[in-house]
C-alpha cells in the first residue's frame, strides 16, 4: 500500500513541476488529460460525455426572436464529383511518392505530390488545374470510377442548399449553374435566368479516411483534396449578376464566397479582378450584412489583399477553418505566424489570440473604425469558435451549438446525433489565450458553451461530437456557417 502511496506522490511532484515550469507543457497536458480516451469508463456508460452533451444541444439550441426571411447566396457553384482518392490516382497509374505543395497543379505528377502532402496531414486543400485537357481526362476516369457519386459542390450551392432545409425560408443562388446542377438543386432555391449556362463546372473530390494509407503516407483523419480546371467560377464571372438581382430580391442577408477561386487565374488576372469585385459588393446597401465563407489559399498576396485593402473590411461576417486562419495569420504577419502548421488538435488559446487579432487590426472592435467586421465563425475538428464584438450579435451561444450539431449529424449522414458514432475530441480545459493574462476555462458537458472576454470581443467554444467514420466531409464547413448563420440575431439598432 505504501509503495502505491509513494508512486502517486512522487507523479504528483513531477507534473506539478512540469505545471510550473513549462507553460506550453503546461498546456500540452490539460489537453491530453481532457481527451475522453481516458474516461473510457464514463464514455461506456449509459451516462457518457457525448450523451450529456448531445442532451445538453437538445435543450439550448434555440432559433433566435428575429430571423432571416430572404438570404442571397453567390457566387461559385458546381457539380462535385467524389470519389475514393487513393483508388483514381491508383487508376491513373500513378505510383505513390513524397509529397509536395504545389499552389497551381499542372500535371498529374504535382496532383500526386499535393495529393500525399495534404493526406500525410489529415488536412482540406484546394488547387486550381491549369492543363485544360489533362484535366478532361482525369474527370472523365473520376466519373467511370467505381462508386464515384455527382452532388451540388461548389461554397454558395452548398450554403444554399443547407440554407433551403428551412421551409419558410427564400434563397437566390446567383452562380454558373449548368443544366445538371440545376437539376438537383433543392426547388425552394431561386437562380435568376442570367446565372444559368449551357455547361457545368464539374469539381473533382478525393476523398480518403482516417489511418488510410498509400505508400508511406497515412492519413491521420478524414478528408479530401480538391480540385478543378474551373474558369467561370475562377473569375466570378456570375458577381455582377448576383449583385444586379439584390435590388429585387431585397435580402435580409448576403453571403458571398469563391473569392478563393481567383487565385489560380494568376497575379494579373486576380489583382483586376479583385478589385472590380470589390467594387460591386460595396454597391450592396450598408443596412444589410454580409458573410464572407472563405477556403483554402496559397498566395499570401492575394490573401493580404482581401484582408487588409479590399474585402474584409466592407464584410460583416467570416467563417473559415484552422488552415484558413494560420494562413490568414502567415498573410497578416499575426499572431502565431512562426508556425509551419497546426499540430494535432489546434490550441485553443492559439486560435483565441489570432481571432482576437483579426477582429482589432480589421474589424470594428474601436466604434470610430469604418471597418464592418464584427463576426468571426470558425471551425476545426474537435470544436469551433464565434468570437463577435459586443453590441451587434445576438444568440451566438445557441449558433455555435447549432454549427457543431450539424457537423457531427452532416458527416455521419443523420438527421439526429448517434452517440455510438460519435467520439468527443475537444480538450475540456483550456486557456483563453497562449500569453498572459489570460483564464484557464473548463467545459462543462452539461452546459457546453465556453463564454470568454478580451475587451470588448466576446468568444463562444462548443466541442464537437466528431463522427468516427463519416460519410463525407466536403461541404461541412458550408454547413456549419449556414447553421451558425440561421441561428444568429443581428441586433437591430446597429447600422452597417
Given at each position: 500500500?505504501?509503495?502505491?502511496?509513494?508512486?502517486?506522490?512522487?507523479?504528483?511532484?513531477?507534473?506539478?513541476?512540469?505545471?510550473?515550469?513549462?507553460?506550453?507543457?503546461?498546456?500540452?497536458?490539460?489537453?491530453?488529460?481532457?481527451?475522453?480516451?481516458?474516461?473510457?469508463?464514463?464514455?461506456?456508460?449509459?451516462?457518457?460525455?457525448?450523451?450529456?452533451?448531445?442532451?445538453?444541444?437538445?435543450?439550448?439550441?434555440?432559433?433566435?426572436?428575429?430571423?432571416?426571411?430572404?438570404?442571397?447566396?453567390?457566387?461559385?457553384?458546381?457539380?462535385?464529383?467524389?470519389?475514393?482518392?487513393?483508388?483514381?490516382?491508383?487508376?491513373?497509374?500513378?505510383?505513390?511518392?513524397?509529397?509536395?505543395?504545389?499552389?497551381?497543379?499542372?500535371?498529374?505528377?504535382?496532383?500526386?505530390?499535393?495529393?500525399?502532402?495534404?493526406?500525410?496531414?489529415?488536412?482540406?486543400?484546394?488547387?486550381?488545374?491549369?492543363?485544360?485537357?489533362?484535366?478532361?481526362?482525369?474527370?472523365?476516369?473520376?466519373a467511370e470510377y467505381p462508386g464515384a457519386k455527382l452532388y451540388v459542390g461548389g461554397?454558395?450551392?452548398?450554403?444554399?442548399?443547407?440554407?433551403a432545409t428551412y421551409p419558410d425560408l427564400m434563397v437566390l443562388l446567383c452562380g454558373?449553374?449548368?443544366?445538371?446542377?440545376?437539376?438537383?438543386?433543392?426547388?425552394?432555391?431561386?437562380?435568376?435566368?442570367?446565372?444559368?449556362?449551357?455547361?457545368?463546372?464539374?469539381?473533382?473530390?478525393?476523398?480518403?479516411?482516417?489511418?488510410?494509407?498509400?505508400?508511406?503516407?497515412?492519413?491521420?483523419?478524414?478528408?479530401?483534396?480538391?480540385?478543378?480546371?474551373?474558369?467561370?467560377?475562377?473569375?466570378?464571372?456570375?458577381?455582377?449578376?448576383?449583385?444586379?438581382?439584390?435590388?429585387?430580391?431585397?435580402?435580409?442577408?448576403?453571403?458571398?464566397?469563391?473569392?478563393?477561386?481567383?487565385?489560380?487565374?494568376?497575379?494579373?488576372?486576380?489583382?483586376?479582378?479583385?478589385?472590380?469585385?470589390?467594387?460591386?459588393?460595396?454597391?450592396?446597401?450598408?443596412?444589410?450584412?454580409?458573410?464572407?465563407?472563405?477556403?483554402?489559399?496559397?498566395?499570401?498576396?492575394?490573401?493580404?489583399?482581401?484582408?487588409?485593402?479590399?474585402?474584409?473590411?466592407?464584410?460583416?461576417?467570416?467563417?473559415?477553418?484552422?488552415?484558413?486562419?494560420?494562413?490568414?495569420?502567415?498573410?497578416?504577419?499575426?499572431?502565431?505566424?512562426?508556425?509551419?502548421?497546426?499540430?494535432?488538435?489546434?490550441?485553443?488559446?492559439?486560435?483565441?489570440?489570432?481571432?482576437?487579432?483579426?477582429?482589432?487590426?480589421?474589424?470594428?472592435?474601436?466604434?470610430?473604425?469604418?471597418?464592418?467586421?464584427?463576426?468571426?465563425?470558425?471551425?476545426?475538428?474537435?470544436?469551433?469558435?464565434?468570437?463577435?464584438?459586443?453590441?451587434?450579435?445576438?444568440?451566438?451561444?445557441?449558433?455555435?451549438?447549432?454549427?457543431?450539431?450539424?457537423?457531427?449529424?452532416?458527416?455521419?449522414?443523420?438527421?439526429?446525433?448517434?452517440?455510438?458514432?460519435?467520439?468527443?475530441?475537444?480538450?475540456?480545459?483550456?486557456?483563453s489565450s497562449h500569453t498572459e493574462p489570460r483564464e484557464k476555462l473548463t467545459l462543462?458537458?452539461?452546459?457546453?458553451?465556453?463564454?470568454?472576454?478580451?475587451?470588448?470581443?466576446?468568444?463562444?467554444?462548443?466541442?464537437?461530437?466528431?463522427?468516427?467514420?463519416?460519410?463525407?466531409?466536403?461541404?461541412?464547413?458550408?454547413?456549419?456557417?449556414?447553421?451558425?448563420?440561421?441561428?444568429?440575431?443581428?441586433?437591430?439598432?446597429?447600422?452597417?
Open positions: 500500500m505504501w509503495r502505491k502511496a509513494l508512486v502517486a506522490a512522487l507523479l504528483a511532484l513531477a507534473v506539478g513541476y512540469f505545471y510550473h515550469g513549462c507553460p506550453d507543457l503546461q498546456e500540452q497536458i490539460l489537453q491530453y488529460v481532457s481527451l475522453p480516451n481516458l474516461q473510457s469508463s464514463s464514455q461506456n456508460s449509459h451516462n457518457s460525455l457525448e450523451k450529456v452533451i448531445s442532451s445538453a444541444w437538445e435543450t439550448l439550441i434555440t432559433l433566435p426572436t428575429r430571423q432571416w426571411s430572404k438570404v442571397a447566396v453567390g457566387v461559385n457553384a458546381c457539380v462535385d464529383v467524389v470519389v475514393t482518392g487513393v483508388g483514381l490516382l491508383q487508376a491513373l497509374a500513378v505510383d505513390p511518392g513524397t509529397g509536395l505543395n504545389h499552389e497551381v497543379l499542372h500535371s498529374k505528377d504535382d496532383l500526386k505530390e499535393a495529393f500525399i502532402h495534404f493526406m500525410g496531414r489529415g488536412a482540406a486543400a484546394e488547387r486550381f488545374f491549369s492543363d485544360k485537357e489533362t484535366f478532361q481526362r482525369i474527370a472523365r476516369a473520376a461554397n454558395a450551392a452548398l450554403i444554399g442548399q443547407k440554407l454558373p449553374v449548368g443544366p445538371k446542377l440545376h437539376e438537383m438543386l433543392d426547388e425552394q432555391i431561386v437562380v435568376p435566368p442570367d446565372s444559368l449556362q449551357e455547361t457545368d463546372e464539374f469539381h473533382l473530390i478525393l476523398e480518403y479516411k482516417a489511418g488510410e494509407q498509400w505508400g508511406s503516407t497515412q492519413a491521420p483523419q478524414a478528408n479530401r483534396f480538391i480540385f478543378s480546371h474551373d474558369v467561370s467560377n475562377g473569375k466570378m464571372s456570375s458577381l455582377e449578376t448576383f449583385v444586379a438581382s439584390l435590388e429585387e430580391f431585397q435580402p435580409d442577408l448576403v453571403v458571398l464566397s469563391g473569392l478563393h477561386m481567383m487565385e489560380g487565374q494568376g497575379r494579373e488576372l486576380w489583382e483586376e479582378r479583385l478589385k472590380e469585385a470589390v467594387s460591386a459588393i460595396s454597391d450592396i446597401r450598408k443596412d444589410i450584412p454580409i458573410h464572407l465563407e472563405l477556403a483554402s489559399m496559397t498566395d499570401r498576396d492575394f490573401m493580404n489583399s482581401i484582408m487588409q485593402e479590399q474585402v474584409m473590411p466592407i464584410v460583416s461576417s467570416i467563417g473559415l477553418n484552422e488552415q484558413e486562419l494560420l494562413f490568414l495569420s502567415h498573410a497578416g504577419e499575426g499572431p502565431h505566424a512562426e508556425l509551419a502548421a497546426w499540430k494535432g488538435i489546434p490550441d485553443v488559446g492559439r486560435v483565441s489570440d489570432i481571432l482576437l487579432w483579426i477582429l482589432e487590426q480589421h474589424g470594428r472592435t474601436d466604434p470610430s473604425s469604418e471597418a464592418e467586421l464584427t463576426r468571426i465563425h470558425f471551425h476545426t475538428l474537435a470544436y469551433h469558435i464565434l468570437a463577435t464584438v459586443d453590441g451587434y450579435w445576438g444568440n451566438q451561444a445557441a449558433a455555435v451549438l447549432a454549427g457543431a450539431r450539424v457537423a457531427s449529424t452532416q458527416a455521419c449522414g443523420s438527421r439526429s446525433v448517434d452517440i455510438s458514432k460519435v467520439v468527443l475530441k475537444a480538450p475540456l480545459e483550456f486557456f462543462n458537458p452539461a452546459e457546453p458553451v465556453a463564454v470568454w472576454r478580451h475587451g470588448n470581443v466576446t468568444f463562444h467554444l462548443s466541442p464537437v461530437l466528431v463522427c468516427k467514420q463519416p460519410l463525407r466531409t466536403v461541404g461541412l464547413g458550408d454547413a456549419i456557417s449556414a447553421e451558425g448563420l440561421m441561428y444568429s440575431e443581428l441586433k437591430a439598432q446597429q447600422p452597417f
